[in-house]
């Protein structure tokens, strides 16, 4: 089969691969129809999150079964399905409580948590390729309804559009609330999208992309530039000086000013400042805990210093870490499907797999216009 291969820092390349093959009892392969590159895939791109060479790129992935393994009893071949990027057991301590994100045996490394084609997640290739296979199947998949409808929505639902609602979760926002989104990118977008479905009053989104911009007014925000305004002051003069309710941070550890400039602490910063006494922060920015390239020596070593101590004077709430996509995916599935949810929207470029390297290289350098790219295998 054909697959996005990782091959060092700013190279991957389209390679014939050997096709996946049923493990284990609890398998099923997948034929993927759509895969997305996330702004996760380019912490290995750009070399800031090593990788070995080979490991087959991609975490947000859905498409049809074609086999299933002799103990898979719930999934069928042909199933339409979503690929939840956690890949998790279903029986362990963790999974049992939801948190799929924190699977205790997934990760042969010991550590908690696994997912596909992702440094430290395990051996699990990814799904920017022609097939996939899916551990614990039964568990891990999501039923789609069959055909092609609702495809670029239906495949915002591996990943990023539950990440989204994970960060307006964490934050507690609910009716009537105000809500700041610092990043507009694709996760920032989807917790924009979040917030307005739990019925938030007022969004901001602050970024300094204009096309990311714009698309933060489509979904109803206020989007602030912050190369060219306050933040701080602009937040506050709309809230009668009290700040936001809630404020969702999903930028993460390479934060950087409108001149390029990296503050790995700059997000959390302006989120301590503009979220009103009480308020609560969700964090779905990636943050790792080891960084070798970071801007300074404590952040090489997962700590970054931000003012803890006026959010502990504020007494802000904060909620962390990667999110549990089947917390969420069945209900935003049915968002989707009643026509209450598009995430869709921030669909930018869909392309064969054969331009993936190309499309890394534009998603990367955030040439204007590139917000989200989906691959298709088939085409």
Known sequence: MKAVVFRGPFEVSVEEVDDPRIEQPLDAIVQITTTNICGSDLHPYDGRAPMESGMILGHENMGTVVEV?????????????????????????????????????????GMPGAGYGYPKMG?????????????????????????????????????????????????????????AVFGAGPVGLMAAHSAMLRGAAMVFVVDKEPDRLRLAEQFGAVPIDFSGEDIEQTIL???????????????????????????????????????RATGAVGVVGV????????????????????????????????????????????????LIIQGRAQPSKIVSHELPLAQAPDA????????DGWTKVLLRPAA
């Not at 039923?143 to 495949?155: A, S, W, Y």
């Not at 504020?314 to 049915?334: A, I, M, S, W």
């Open 287 to 334: 943050y790792v805990s080891e960084d070798p390239d970071a801007v300074n020596d404590e952040a090489k070593k997962g700590r970054y210093a931000f003012n803890f101590g006026a959010a502990f004077e504020k007494g802000l709430k904060f909620g962390t870490g990667q999110c549990p996509v089947k917390k969420y995916n069945r209900e935003l599935r049915d």
């Open 237 to 275: 003069d709309a809230t009668g000086g009290q700040g936001v309710d809630c404020g969702i941070e999903a930028v993460g550890y390479q934060a950087h000013d409108h001149s390029g400039q990296e503050h790995p602490e700059m997000v959390l910063d302006n989120l301590v400042k503009v979220v």
């Open 123 to 179: 051996p699990y290739q990814g799904g920017q390729a022609e097939l996939l296979r899916v551990p614990w199947a039964d568990f891990n998949l999501l039923e789609l309804p069959q055909g092609d409808d609702f495809e670029n929505d239906f495949t915002m639902l591996s990943d990023i559009f539950p990440t989204g609602y994970h960060g307006t979760e964490m934050a507690h926002v609910r009716p009537g609330s105000s809500v």
């Open 69 to 109: 393994g002799p103990g898979v009893d719930r999934i069928r071949v042909g199933d339409r399905v979503s690929v939840p990027f956690n890949i998790a057991c279903g029986t362990c301590r963790n999974c049992n409580e939801g948190y799929t994100s924190a699977c205790q045996r997934a990760n042969p490394s």
């Open 360 to 367: 890394y290289r534009r998603f990367d350098q955030r040439d």
